[in-house]
């Protein structure tokens, strides 16, 4: 019986592999091919007039870091490169930090709210989603430049004598990464919130605990998971950021986006192009790898 039990189970393991196989190949083929040919790209040779030249090198990693001075050959740092670089991190974990500020206390108050009404404001939140990235950035646009709807307000009550130069600056960037992604960090947060136990912070409250002492030792440690993949959401999306920085930067303020699109477009650089895609997926990668340790933490903490 035993002999049977598991030649069965190995039969049913092979026809699951196989009815797998199919897909397996295509999400092989669809997600690894792309990336596997980056890879090669980025060791090679850039031709003269775009495309690549089948010699291998090692220059292009060079460039993402250091470049040669046109004259003198002297070796220095890649200022360009590691500017883009530092504002895509800076503006991504500014933008975090921003969406936490804002999208904690709104899961919060979604979360407090009669159970037949949550929808209703869930829905409000998802709105946006509904609508094309573009329009959306063009949108904060009007609100920002220089006789958009702030400006006009802020001369209309004497604030200021002239318009406030809000567009094409980090700022600007900010602003709008913040609100497109904005409902990345309150939908995860708003998932831990909704399970969460109120009669502990009701136990708070009756062991004279202030409100802040609640919010530090009660809602946000059992609500930190959502917090961090929303944090994890909101990162990933911003360092690869093209279309907002594109439009409310205005060339001015490159992100990592840009700078690969520039790379692969008008400098005709693809290996280099290639180096930087990939710079910018082992980014990611590191704060992937945080979020994993974060949650497993967070779990043997739990035990």
């Not at 092989?28 to 291998?56: C, N, R």
Request: proline share 5%; charged share 15%; with cysteine.
């Amino acid at each position: 019986m035993t002999d049977l039990s598991t030649i069965r189970s190995r039969r049913e393991t092979r026809d699951r592999w196989l009815l797998l196989t199919p897909a397996l190949v295509i999400l092989t083929l669809a997600a690894m091919g792309p990336l596997l040919i980056v890879v090669i790209y980025s060791f090679l040779t850039p031709g003269d007039y775009g495309g690549v030249e089948w010699q291998f090198s090692w220059t292009s990693w060079f460039n993402v870091v250091a470049e040669r001075d046109f004259f003198t050959e002297e070796l220095k740092l890649a200022d360009a490169h590691l500017t883009v670089l530092w504002r895509s991190v800076k503006l991504s974990l500014l933008t975090v930090i921003l969406s936490f500020l804002v999208g904690f206390p709104t899961a919060y108050f979604i979360a407090t709210r009669p159970a037949h009404k949550r929808d209703m404001w869930m829905l409000l939140i998802m709105i946006p989603f509904w609508t094309n990235l573009l329009i959306r950035t063009f949108a904060i646009m009007q609100l920002i430049r220089n006789h958009g709807t702030i400006n006009m307000i802020l001369l209309g009550l004497g604030i200021v004598d002239e318009p406030v130069q809000m567009l094409y600056t980090e700022f600007s960037l900010l602003v709008g990464m913040t609100y497109v992604y904005l409902p990345l960090m309150i939908l995860p947060v708003y998932a831990s919130m909704e399970r969460l136990d109120f009669n502990l912070v009701e136990a708070g409250y009756d062991l004279y605990a202030t409100r802040f002492q609640v919010l530090r030792r009660v809602i946000f440690p059992l609500v930190k998971p959502g917090v961090v993949a929303g944090s994890i959401l909101v990162f990933v999306p911003c360092l690869g950021a093209y279309v907002t920085p594109r439009v409310l930067g205005g060339g001015k303020q490159l992100m990592l986006g840009n700078l690969i699109d520039l790379q692969f477009g008008q400098l005709r650089n693809w290996p280099l192009g290639a180096a930087l895609s990939l710079t910018l997926l082992a980014v990611v990668m590191v704060a992937l790898v945080f979020y994993v340790r974060a949650i497993g933490r967070e779990g043997e903490s739990d035990v």
